[in-house]
Structures are given as structure tokens and as C-alpha cells.
């Protein structure tokens, strides 16, 4: 096993529905999405945005594509057109993509 | 009808999209149909407020410039052109592509308005609507006055008006993979309760409308992914198959990228089950396609049948936007820069913090404190850096009930360059409306979707 950068090996892009922030993740080689499934949890995430989450992370599994879809319940403080915070719907999954995680070698 | 293929392209997948990127398309796409995305959460609010103002306007404010370009294209070859840019008022919209139509060319042109997605009585008589995600949260509850509700509605009006030979149709608050199912339905003669194909044709309409999204924007990243010619970033453009099947692609000799994690990744984009994506003409399975290389900037899009249906029955209910005014939103930044930037900053936050404290004319509803250059688009959760930046922006956001207080508040950056401490500089002030959007259900009866068409030349 070798600990890489998530950045390396995947991509993630965020976006919104109302309040929440969805930060889909998307895994490049088959061969490195169990462990990523595996590593990169809900509540790994939720830990990691966590003043910025007040509803929780939820995650859905989308297999077909090797993907991880993250919702950020909460993160836009009931959508863009009312919130305080900034638009960082595209920039905050700038720092899921710099967890670590261990992949076989 | 029944065709074998069609080719369908976006036109926009914003509604502060170029406005040239469709032109490419028609010019170099060879498409028969073009769908423009222009109606996020976001937009739909402006205009809302637009139409408060002013009962003719409420139609995407891109609209007049982006017929002037694309129409006369379109028309001579044919390409039929639909999309949601009609907004909060789609037969406004219609006149103004109408009006277009007549300045541009002699010959006739049919434009359709598809009216009946706003269900403002409704949602005003029946209050006690909970709001989606907030089990025990009503309408009622809200402060503020409802401005708007919306329902999100399918393919199926926009395919009527393609069946009454329409060259643009103009739509309001339809869903955005909606806009693309319209052509197939209309040319492929599929069923309304044909899950499997209904579900295969949201899926590669969603692959499709957030235009250049799924051809190499928001992609590159330095020394990992480069994507060429972004200044010409094509647009996608999908040979759709009657089973459903697509080839997608971009637009010809132009820059950005197509390929299977593109597409892999605008399929995870804004939705919540992958399983269950919900659509006003089918619940989708995202979880049944296979997207896979095919060629230079080509990925194909298909289904294996023995894995089960694209999607299921479509819901009963239709989603409902309601827009609530909620006061305004102010903003207040001050550029502090040179020696302890940061502190001076924070020098300046309690400044203003005290100077709220002490005004019994202003009462913020909720407010905050950003430092742009150290955290402010990465979260609040975010580690600070650990070497601070010779400059910095503090920002001050409130949100008030009147514009006086928004008009007090905003004063506020004019002073502190002289009451603050040494060394401030650029300043700036905005103020908007704060518009709450609730999602609800309501049930599908509710809307009566009603097709207009009007003829000129």
C-alpha cells in the first residue's frame, strides 16, 4: 500500500440544491475505488467540514462510474440567493481532494 | 414521427453563459436540436423580483441578444431551439423572440411559450406545505412574503409544441434534462410511461445541460489535468439513438475535452440518490448507464438491458420553488493591507461590531466576518494558513429587514478608512434583495400547462 494525495487519483466537483452543497467524487482506476469507498467515508468528511455542515454528510455509492456522491446538508445556509457565507460551492471539495488516503500498490 | 437518430446540442448551460458558444454549435454541429439551460435557484429569483417590477419583463435578460445571434443561424439550417429562458414569465419571453424573429428574417417562424408551471394561488391557499428535507417545517412558518412558487415540469408541452411544428419554444421553470427528453420524445414517439427509455433520455439530457460543464470546464488542474483551448470550450452534442443509446461529443474543432470521466463526473452532478433521481417525467437510475471512450472527445452512453430499467414511475407530486422575500442582504469590504494586515483587520471587525452595538436603528436578522485571502472559500471549518498574507480583504455581511438599515450598514466602509487604523485602502459596498427558495411538493394536478404558439412573418 502507498499514501497518496486524493487529488492524484480522483476528482471532485461541487454544486447545489437549495441549501445543501453536493460534492460528487469521482475515481479515476477501478482498481483504487474500494479503498477509497473504504477510506472516504461520510463521517470522515463530515469531520472534516464540520463547522460548515450543521445538517451532516450524507453519501451515496454510484458503482457504475466509480463515484462517491457527498451531500452537504446545510453548507449554503438555505441557498445561494440567501446566504451570508460565500459562493463556495465549487472551491470547498478543494480540500477533500487533499486527504490522504492508502491505495494498493 | 419515428426517426432512427437525432443529433441535439446545448445551446447554454447557465444563464450567464457565451452567448457565441451556441452559434459555434449551429454553425459547426450539423444539430436538428438545441436546448438552452438558463434558469438556476439563483436565477429564478432575480427574476422573480424583475417581474415584481415590471409584469412584461421576468424572462431571461440574455434573451433579446441571444436570439439576435443564434436565431437567423438556427432558422436557416433548421435547427429547432427550446429552452427555459422564458423564466418567470415564458410568453413575455416569446414575444421578445417573436419580435427578433420579425427584425431578422422574411420567412415565417412558429415560437411556442409553454405557460402553467406557476402555482403562487395554490401554494397561497394551502400554507401548511411542509418543506422538502424539513419534515416538520410549513410554509407558513417562514418569515417573510412569498414572491413566487414554481413547479418543475417535464418534456411532455414542450414535445406537444414541437408536434405543432414550433422553431423555438420558450419554457419557464421546466427541468433542465427535461428540455433535452422533449426532441426524443417528439422524434423517437416513445411512450410517457416507457420508464426504461424515459429514464435513459433524462439521463443523457442531464449528461448534457450544464453545457461545457461536461466538456472540460471545471476540469483542469494544474500539473494533473490539462484541457486545451479553454477560451474555446465546445459544447456538448449528443447523437441520440431511438433506444436511447447516445454518442457524445462536443462541438467540432473547438477546445475543452469529452471523455468517459467528463461525463462521469456531470452524472454525479447535483443530485442526490443516484438510484432515484427525480425528474417530473420519470425517477431516473443513474446507476444502470455505461459511459465509455469512444474515439478522440467521443464517449458512448448505453444501457445494458438485463441490468434493469433506466428508471421507474414518475412521481405524483412535482417539485414547487417558493421564493420568499426575506429583507436584503448587505455587504460591506475594506482592503487592509502592509504591515499586520490581518490584525488591522481584526482591529476593523471590532470596530464595526461596536458601531452596530451602539445603533438602535439596526438590528441584523444574522450576519458574519470573512477574511478573503485567508479562509473565506474554503469554509469555516478550514485551518488557518500558517503564514499570514501581507494583505487582506474583511468583508462584513448582514442581513436586515428594511433598506435603511442595509443603507446604514453599508455607510459604514465610507468611515472606517478614516476612523480605522493606518494603512486602509480599496472599499466597497452592495447591497441586494435576500430571497429564501423553499423546495415543496404539491400535487401534479395543480399546474395546467398550456401551449402558445405565436406565428410571425
Known amino acids: ?105 | 414521427m419515428t426517426n432512427e437518430s437525432i443529433r441535439i446540442g446545448s445551446g447554454s448551460g447557465a444563464r450567464s453563459d457565451r452567448l457565441d458558444a451556441a452559434v459555434d454549435l449551429v454553425d459547426r454541429g450539423d444539430v436538428h436540436y438545441m436546448c438552452f439551460d438558463a434558469m438556476s435557484e439563483a436565477g429564478a429569483a432575480a427574476q422573480y423580483l424583475k417581474k415584481m417590477e415590471d409584469p412584461n419583463l421576468g424572462y431571461d435578460l440574455n434573451l433579446r441578444e441571444r436570439f439576435q445571434l443564434v436565431l437567423g443561424p438556427a432558422l436557416e439550417r433548421n435547427v429547432k431551439l427550446l429552452g427555459n429562458f422564458g423564466a418567470a414569465n415564458p410568453l413575455g419571453g416569446a414575444r421578445v423572440v417573436a419580435d427578433v424573429a420579425r427584425q431578422l428574417t422574411g420567412r415565417r417562424v412558429r415560437v411556442a411559450s409553454v405557460e402553467g408551471d406557476d402555482v403562487i394561488e395554490y401554494v397561497l391557499a394551502n400554507r401548511d406545505l411542509t418543506i422538502m428535507g424539513q419534515h416538520d417545517q410549513t410554509i407558513d412558518s417562514l418569515e417573510g412574503t412569498i414572491i413566487a412558487a414554481n413547479a418543475y415540469i417535464g418534456a411532455e408541452p414542450m414535445a406537444e409544441a414541437l408536434a405543432m411544428d414550433a422553431d423555438v419554444v420558450v419554457a419557464g421553470r421546466v427541468s433542465d434534462a427535461s428540455l433535452y427528453l422533449a426532441p426524443m420524445l417528439h422524434e423517437f414517439g416513445w411512450s410517457l410511461d416507457d420508464w426504461d427509455r424515459l429514464g435513459r433520455g433524462i439521463t443523457v439530457g442531464h449528461l448534457l445541460e450544464c453545457g461545457s460543464v461536461s466538456t472540460g470546464g471545471m476540469w483542469a488542474e494544474p500539473g494533473y489535468r490539462e484541457v486545451p483551448r479553454m477560451a474555446q470550450m465546445g459544447m456538448p452534442l449528443a447523437v441520440v439513438q431511438s433506444d436511447g443509446t447516445a454518442d457524445v461529443s462536443k462541438t467540432p474543432d473547438s477546445g475543452g475535452v469529452v471523455n468517459r470521466f467528463t461525463l462521469s463526473a456531470h452524472l454525479m452532478h447535483e443530485i442526490n440518490d443516484p438510484k432515484r433521481y427525480l425528474n417530473p417525467d420519470v425517477v431516473a437510475d443513474f446507476t444502470k448507464v455505461h459511459i465509455e471512450d469512444a474515439g478522440e472527445d467521443h464517449a458512448s452512453v448505453f444501457w445494458n438491458s438485463a441490468e434493469g430499467p433506466a428508471g421507474t414511475r414518475r412521481p405524483d407530486t412535482l417539485k414547487v420553488l417558493v421564493g420568499i422575500d426575506e429583507g436584503y442582504l448587505v455587504d460591506v469590504w475594506l482592503l487592509c493591507s502592509g504591515y499586520k494586515a490581518v490584525e488591522k483587520a481584526r482591529m476593523c471587525e471590532e470596530i464595526i461590531r461596536e458601531r452596530l452595538e451602539h445603533n438602535d436603528k439596526v438590528t441584523p436578522l444574522d450576519d458574519r466576518f470573512d477574511y478573503i485571502g485567508l479562509t473565506s472559500g474554503l469554509g469555516d471549518s478550514a485551518p488557518m494558513p500558517e503564514t499570514l498574507p501581507g494583505e487582506v480583504m474583511l468583508r462584513y455581511a448582514a442581513r436586515v429587514r428594511t433598506h435603511a438599515e442595509a443603507l446604514t450598514i453599508a455607510r459604514l466602509s465610507e468611515y472606517l478608512i478614516i476612523i480605522g487604523p493606518l494603512g486602509m485602502g480599496e472599499r466597497r459596498q452592495n447591497i441586494r434583495k435576500s430571497i429564501g427558495i423553499y423546495p415543496t411538493l404539491v400535487p401534479r394536478e395543480v399546474c395546467r400547462l398550456n401551449v402558445e404558439m405565436v406565428e410571425v412573418n
Open chain 1, 1 to 105: 500500500m502507498s499514501s497518496v494525495k486524493l487529488r492524484a487519483i480522483a476528482v471532485a466537483r461541487g454544486g447545489d440544491k437549495g441549501g445543501d452543497l453536493h460534492m460528487p467524487l469521482l475515481v479515476f482506476d477501478r482498481d483504487h475505488y474500494d479503498a477509497v469507498r473504504e477510506q472516504v467515508t461520510a463521517d470522515r468528511v463530515h469531520q472534516l467540514f464540520l463547522a460548515d455542515v450543521p445538517g451532516g454528510v450524507e453519501r451515496f455509492e454510484v458503482p457504475n462510474v466509480c463515484g462517491l456522491n457527498f451531500i452537504l446538508h446545510g453548507a449554503l445556509e438555505g441557498g445561494r440567493t440567501r446566504m451570508l457565507k460565500f459562493d463556495y460551492r465549487f472551491s470547498l471539495s478543494e480540500r477533500l481532494l487533499d486527504l490522504d488516503v492508502e491505495i494498493p500498490d
